[in-house]
Nanobody, 121 residues
Framework: QVQLVESGGGWVQAGGSLRLSCEAS????????MGWYRQAAGKRREWLAE???????DYRDLVKGRFTISRDNAKNTTYLQMNTLKSEDTAVYSC???????????????WGQGTQVTVSS
């Protein structure tokens, strides 16, 4: 069984920073990519950032320069460092992992449960 668990959400004042973590655990043989989405109340879910094998990163233009994604392969963990936060960054942030488990020869996307980030202006 594979599980993704996020941590690091919370409340912060505008202009502040938060770092989210997402750890994948279970019977994992490989990780193709890990990334983050968010969904604000009443809005559509939006993709934010991804880190792929070889530490190749990609970002939504909206967060470029403010958010940084990274990955610790030894810990099967991805991080999202969020700086200069704005009130419009308030949302539930969810991580995903395109993981190869012990039970399949191909990657399947798994999701974390989501963590709330609230930015107060």
């Amino acid at each position: 069984q594979v599980q993704l668990v996020e941590s690091g959400g919370g409340w912060v004042q505008a202009g502040g920073s938060l770092r989210l973590s997402c750890e994948a655990s279970g019977s994992i043989r490989g990780i193709n990519a890990m990334g983050w989405y968010r969904q604000a109340a009443g809005k559509r879910r939006e993709w934010l950032a991804e880190v792929r094998s070889g530490d190749i990163t990609d970002y939504r233009d909206l967060v470029k320069g403010r958010f940084t994604i990274s990955r610790d392969n030894a810990k099967n963990t991805t991080y999202l460092q969020m700086n200069t936060l704005k009130s419009e960054d308030t949302a539930v942030y969810s991580c995903y992992g395109d993981l190869i488990s012990d039970y399949r020869d191909y990657a399947v996307r798994y999701w974390g449960q989501g963590t709330q980030v609230t930015v107060s202006s």
